[in-house]
């Protein structure tokens, strides 16, 4: 099958867009390297069934409908992905993640390309108080600019779907983690220690909770789900397991044989809007057959072992405090 | 208090500038009158107190934040409240419900304004299995654009008042009937019924059950939550009754005195995407001492005597069918 790939020299679309070549599907991908890699597609683009096409998915249009045209399915994994740093800019969640993605259904629309899988999150549960989170959980109140913009977006496809014009497909990602991971807690806090072996700095007082999940179980959920025909099904993604923040710092300083003095900054939240607590009940996808490879400690330690792999990577990061 | 009502010249925001007003508010009403009627402003151009602002939300920008500068709240009711069309135009419902609110929002924190209602709806639960449907309803799926532009705005408001930026109260309406009512089922009815007192042709099959709350009821909600000062709270607004839509066919025809053939569409739903059950659960507001003077019947007969009293409004109703 033909797969557009939105977001696909990303962490997720890249390693997605590999995994699609390899099983000889052919595959599109739409992205404006805005934050993605082109060394992430080295290897795709050496591949005969891979198309690439630069393209800012806020302008929509005629690029964006002959990017689409012919295809059977379009994983939307596009998005302004930093949940943090919203409030820096108030419309940035809301152009490249509602506007985008309804761009993205206008040009499936005008090509009668039908079938969409979208990369939704956790944090639009916001502070539920049913933890682990099912997909049933309580209407929720939002947290941050980034969750609100991904409501929007999941209500936008259910409201489409409900009317028959697409097949819709959304995932709830916990954190992902893994080979080609460039934007998070782990990365900044390898790189901090790979500046200073002997400080790591950390926001929050190291009790937030969260859940990961390996980039290559993520992508194995999206290739199970490409080919089905839903009218509009939504799966939290993430393994049944969290930890704590100060675990995920001694797994990382362990994998890199360092024992720094670890420096919090103190409170139960790593900044305004951070989730003190993630933890997804992924029974759902279970049920279709999904069950992920790598535990929580495992999908942290590949991460640290590809960073220090690719200092190419770590060089490209800014920290951000 | 100083009070910017926005979209304040229409059904229920005439009904909430008269009341504030007739309390001794000042009410600065913001609206284009894109569907309002000058007409409903009558009463309030000859109080001392009352402003009119003419301006385009979606606009946003200077003129908005002078309107709202010095004021000491918001209530946002301006939308594009029609829900059956919006597939005409898959882009209004985001401007003008979501752009919208969010040009408010930025407004309100240049101006240092930080106190805001907003109208929600009762669709925004889409076809929910829990009837009457609370707050904590579970995580809807949308069924119209118009459901998925509120909920998008309802997010927004819950991110911004997360960070401390406003205090936001958010009411999902049932349908609101009364005096100035301009728009839905009851002025279709009757307008249909004016032309031809014999034959009523009506959409679905008459066994979608609604709820309706008069005018006045909301209006009351409204103007007891403006003064207070909540981070977020989000109240259902109805009656906790409902009736079918044969019910309110019986109704409008027995207070016109007319006996027409009533001719349905079929099918349990009056369009894509109607919901065919809406009862909201009310416990939540009424805990605050709210409870409606107006039962649905009333609502509905209310409605029924002032549009046959107000021909005007009949004369400017274009049925869409």
Not at 237 to 266: E, H, K, N, Q, Y
Request: glycine share 10%; hydrophobic share 40%.
């Amino acid at each position: 099958m033909r797969v557009v790939v939105t977001g696909g020299s990303g962490f997720i679309g890249s390693n997605l867009t590999d995994a699609l070549l390899a099983r000889g599907d052919e595959v599109v991908v739409v992205d404006n390297f805005s934050t993605g890699r082109r060394e992430f597609l080295a290897g795709a683009v050496e591949q005969p069934g891979f198309t690439l096409v630069e393209h800012d998915l806020v302008e929509g249009g005629d690029q964006l409908e002959a990017a689409i045209d012919g295809s059977d399915a379009v994983v939307h994994l596009a998005a302004n992905a930093d949940v943090r740093f919203g409030w820096d800019d108030t419309r940035r969640d809301l152009g490249q993640n509602v506007v985008a993605t309804l761009n993205v259904l206008d040009a499936m629309e005008a090509t009668g390309v039908e079938r969409i899988l979208f990369s939704s999150t956790g944090s639009v549960y916001g502070e539920c108080d049913v933890v682990p989170t099912p997909e049933t959980a309580p209407f929720p109140v939002q947290t941050s600019l980034y969750g609100a913009s991904k409501v929007a977006a999941e209500a936008y496809l259910g409201a489409w779907a409900e009317v028959g014009r697409i097949s819709a497909t959304v995932f709830r990602f916990v954190s992902i983690l893994g080979p080609r991971y460039t934007h998070g807690h782990v990365i900044d806090f390898v790189a901090q220690l790979t500046k200073d072996p002997n400080e790591l700095r950390v926001l929050g007082d190291g009790t937030q909770q969260k859940s990961y999940l390996d980039v290559s179980d993520c992508v194995a959920a999206l290739t199970a789900r490409v080919s089905e025909q839903p009218s509009f099904e939504v799966f939290n993604l993430g393994v049944d397991d969290r930890c704590t923040v100060a675990d995920s710092i001694r797994w990382i300083t362990g994998r890199m044989g360092l024992r720094p003095d670890v420096i919090f900054g103190g409170g139960d939240r790593g900044w305004v809007g951070d989730n003190p607590l993630i933890h997804l009940d992924t029974t759902r996808i279970c049920s279709t057959g999904w069950v992920p490879v790598h535990g929580i400690r495992e999908a942290v330690e590949r991460t640290v072992d590809y960073l220090i792999e690719n200092q190419w990577v770590l060089d490209g990061h800014q920290a951000r405090r």
